[in-house]
């Protein structure tokens, strides 16, 4: 089956190229399941219940989040009612929502989708690798589900590789988010799992990370806060990968970036091309 998992949509200019790309795309590719991160999407920081309902109706099957999920405090309540919306699997017992899901995809195939978050470099939290192990349990590639998508959301990018392969073989794509920045690492591991250190955002990249570089910039020179932050608005790229899964194992056939629009070069999945 095919995949279609895009990075952190960051604010305004993230939305647009979601909402201008997307469903063409899933439509051109025959995309089966659509997986995206939305924990930047309102203003970039966190997301609403509306921003949410867009990423959906523009095509996303299930929206992955990470450390700005709250952000926006109405997520907090909404997050109860929309079984879509992930927030990671590792906070603390009795938080709100969920942190894994399973959905059926346009194909009828049962997807499974888990959301962690990294502990190096972020806040502490449940041990990730104890609770992605035991959401895997039930929901085997192959026999339970069709296919599993794990977001690892984390800064470093060694603590990204590290769950590539500790679940190599078990899902079928370990995407790492958070920083923003697309890695050229992508590669099917050698148990079967499609991997990739960052998806890289939707967003605007004449930024800091999706943020409009002149405070960031101040900041980082004269080392006091001025204004607050806001995303740029500049074009946006679409950014992410395509994932082509065997529908006997789940595992992954192979792996290839997406970019398409604003200022990165552009990338479509070489398989898919002839279909375009
Ligand atoms: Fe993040």
């Not at 095919?2 to 949509?9: A, E, F, K, Q, T």
């Not at 192990?133 to 998508?149: C, F, K, P, R």
């Not at 370990?174 to 590669?187: K, L, S």
């Not at 079967?192 to 943020?211: E, N, P, Q, R, W």
Request: charged residues 20%; contains cysteine.
């Amino acid at each position: 089956m095919r995949l279609l998992v895009l990075g952190d949509v960051v604010g305004r200019a993230g939305r647009t190229a979601v909402a201008t790309h997307l469903p063409r795309l899933v439509e051109r590719w025959s995309v089966d399941f659509v997986a995206i991160n939305g924990e930047n999407a309102a203003g970039g920081f966190g997301i609403t219940e509306e921003i949410a309902q867009g990423l959906l109706d523009a095509g996303a099957d299930v929206i992955t989040t990470g450390n700005h999920v709250w952000d926006q405090r109405e997520a907090l309540v909404f997050i109860a009612r929309q079984p879509r919306l992930l927030r990671p699997i590792n906070f603390p017992p009795g938080t709100p929502g969920r942190g894994a899901t399973m959905v059926t995809a346009r194909n009828g195939a049962r997807v499974f989708v888990a959301n962690v978050m990294g502990r190096v470099f972020m806040e502490a939290l449940d041990d990730p690798v104890r609770l992605v192990e035991a959401a895997l349990e039930q929901h085997a590639i192959g026999s339970e589900v069709d296919a599993a998508i794990l977001d690892v959301h984390a800064e470093a990018t060694s603590e990204k590789q590290v769950f590539g392969h500790l679940f190599d073989g078990r899902v079928s794509l370990v995407c790492g988010t958070h920083t923003h920045c697309p890695t050229a690492d992508h590669r099917v591991l050698p148990g079967g799992t499609a991997f990739i250190t960052d998806l890289g955002m939707c967003g605007a990249y004449d930024s800091v990370i999706g943020m409009e570089k002149e405070e960031p910039m101040r900041r980082m020179v004269e080392r006091v806060p001025g204004q607050r932050m806001g995303p740029a608005t500049g074009p946006a790229t679409l950014c992410g990968v395509a994932v082509e899964t065997d529908d006997a194992t789940g595992l992954a056939r192979w792996i290839a970036p997406l970019r398409v629009g604003g200022d990165l070069e552009g990338a479509v999945p070489p398989g898919w091309q002839e279909r375009s």
